[in-house]
């Protein structure tokens, strides 16, 4: 089957209008490109290889450079840690880091480096990874704790107010704040679709301790990451502690089963549904969950409900200036969080325990395959990125919007 019929297959019956901004966005480059196309990471996994031979852990599944940001826990603190667990699943740990150091590799054309500062860069994270494992405990990031480009950005948000990151996200007119429509991360609701919302959210206040916290005021569909584009996606403004400076903005997101699941040979728990999946998996992995997390039901969809994690509070990698400590210092981070979470997790529902990632950090003979393996994917990615390129610019991908 061609990598377009591919695409299209996958993506089928989601949202018009963001699919098509998230085919837009994958045109960009091949590293926009292979964050959109998890499903295709796994459709080309090879099952059979002995790569697969690493401990079962609770897999992010679509780990990436991407996926590692800031955000305000439950205790008010900012955390910088793994943040997107749509595709999570007990998988070998192979898959995860597989698809990171693919993902550093694919990135070094958007972030101008050299393919072999790119392959350092592996190296880096494997050695940091497995260093961390060994040391048999989980630790965190937060700003006291942080160093570089990840302390910069926490310390933005630790001061940062919440009139200040309101006034970006709403309008405010005479005391009241509406949502702002720009077309890039919120777009017009129709008014069916916003009543629906007004009064699942209203159903759901009566069951929490402060109902009056999470009366809505707005709500917009949310245009968020790249992967998820095109599944129903709100911003809901709440009450909060009162308006108009201390009103909330929540994440409304549904969730659907796991890119993996179909190639998977490892028996899964039974979840009450895949958001319960998605809310005890990121519980199990972060230190601190954000604010608010719990699984619902939307119109009948598994959803999850959190405080809304803006986009700029990722890194931008872009600014590491030719500084190459810079970005040495955020992939040694990040394979510190990838194996924090291992051990955090572990023992949970058939994932290895702390002993057992002790001994795998202390082995050496799976690193070097699954570098090559990445290399080697890495240029499948490009390959595939080319090609659906060349498709999108003849117009295939052209959607009608709803």
Known sequence: MSI????????????SERIDIKYGAMRENAFVFLRGTCHLFYEDWPINSPINNAPLTWVCGDLHLENFGSFKGENRLAYFDLNDFDESALAPASWDLARMLTSIIVAA???????????????????????????????WVERDTA?????????????????????DRTKLKKGLRTIKIDGVKALAISEKE???????????????????????LDVARRVA????????????????????????????????????????KVSQPKWPSEAHRVMNVQRWIQ??????????????????????????????LANWNNKIKRLEKVIQTMGQLTAWAELRSGGRQGSATADEWVDFGGRDNWKVPLLEYATQYAKQVKLDWQAFSKAYDKGEFKLKVD
């Open 109 to 139: 054309q958007t972030l101008v480096l050299k393919q072999n500062e790119a392959v350092e860069l592996c190296h880096l994270f494997l050695n940091s990874y497995a260093s961390a494992l060994k040391e048999g405990k989980a630790k």
């Open 225 to 264: 990451g790249t992967g998820s584009l095109g599944v129903s996606r709100y911003i809901v403004l709440v009450e909060g502690l009162g308006s108009p400076d201390a009103n909330y903005l929540l994440d409304l997101k549904e969730v659907k089963q796991s890119a993996l699941i179909p190639y998977l």
């Open 147 to 167: 160093t570089g480009m990840i302390d910069g950005l926490l310390s933005s948000l630790n001061t940062r107010k919440r009139d200040e990151f309101l006034d």
């Open 4 to 15: 377009v019929q591919r695409i299209k297959n996958f993506n089928q019956g989601r949202e």
């Open 287 to 316: 230190a601190v969950p954000p604010a608010f997390l719990c699984a619902t039901e939307f119109n009948g969809k598994p959803t999850v409900l959190k405080e809304l994690q803006p986009s700029q509070d990722k890194l931008d």
């Open 194 to 216: 916003r009543d629906e919302v007004f009064s699942f959210v209203e159903k759901f206040a009566k069951t929490q301790k402060l109902p009056s916290f999470y009366k809505p």
